[in-house]
C-alpha cells in the first residue's frame, strides 16, 4: 500500500509498542540517508513518538502473542492497544497507515479492524530502527531487558515449535517416535 506512514508497530519480546511517525519526509527518502538516520539513535528518535507500550504480564502471555504474531492472528491484547491509540474516524477516513512487519498480522488488522496496513521496505526499516534502539525508546525497557526476553521466548518458542514438530513426525512415522526399551 501506498502513501505516509502514520503509526508503526512493534511486535517485540517484551510487548507491543505502537509508535507515531514524526517526520514524514524522513521517512519517504529510501536511500542511503535513510539507513544512516536509522542507525543514528538522535536522528531516529525524532523520526518517531512512542505512542503506547503494551508490556506482556507473563512468559507465557509473551509466547502466546507470538505464536499469534507468526501465524497471522490478531488477538484481543493487540486489538486493545490498536482500538485505544488509533481514532475510529482515522480508520474510516483512511488518513492511518499502520507499518507491520508481518503480512499475514497486516492482513488480520486490516480485516477485523479496517487500519489500512504497509508491509514494505519503509516499514521494516522503521520497525528495525526501533528493535535496534527499543531499550531506549520503550519507557520502562533498561539496557539488557531486550536481550534477556527475546533470549527466554526465543527457547520457548522454539520448544514449542519443536513439540509440534514431533506430534506430526510421530503420527506419520511411528519408527521416529521414542522407544520405552
Do not use: W
Not at 492482513?107 to 526501533?130: H, K, N, S, Y
Request: proline residues 3%.
Amino acid at each position: 500500500m501506498s502513501g505516509s506512514l502514520t503509526h508503526v508497530l512493534f511486535e517485540g519480546a517484551s510487548g507491543y509498542a505502537l509508535f507515531t511517525v514524526s517526520m514524514q519526509e524522513e521517512v519517504a527518502a529510501r536511500s542511503k540517508a535513510l539507513q544512516d538516520s536509522i542507525n543514528d539513535y538522535n536522528i531516529f528518535n525524532r523520526m518517531l513518538t512512542l505512542a503506547s507500550f503494551m508490556p506482556f504480564t507473563s512468559a507465557a502471555q509473551a509466547l502466546e502473542n507470538a505464536n499469534d504474531v507468526s501465524e497471522g492472528v490478531l488477538n484481543d491484547h493487540l486489538k486493545s492497544l490498536l482500538n485505544l491509540i488509533i481514532p475510529s474516524s482515522g480508520k474510516k477516513d483512511r488518513k492511518v497507515l499502520l507499518g507491520v512487519s508481518e503480512r499475514g498480522l497486516a492482513g488480520a488488522i486490516q480485516g477485523e479492524l479496517g487500519i489500512p496496513c504497509d508491509t514494505g521496505e519503509r516499514a521494516l526499516e522503521l520497525i528495525r530502527g526501533v528493535r535496534l534502539h527499543q531499550e531506549k525508546m520503550i519507557t520502562g525497557m533498561e539496557k539488557g531487558d531486550a536481550k534477556i526476553a527475546q533470549l527466554g521466548l526465543g527457547h520457548s518458542y522454539s520448544r514449542g515449535k519443536v513439540k509440534v514438530g514431533q506430534v506430526r513426525h510421530s503420527a506419520c512415522c511411528p519408527e521416529l517416535t521414542p522407544s520405552s526399551t
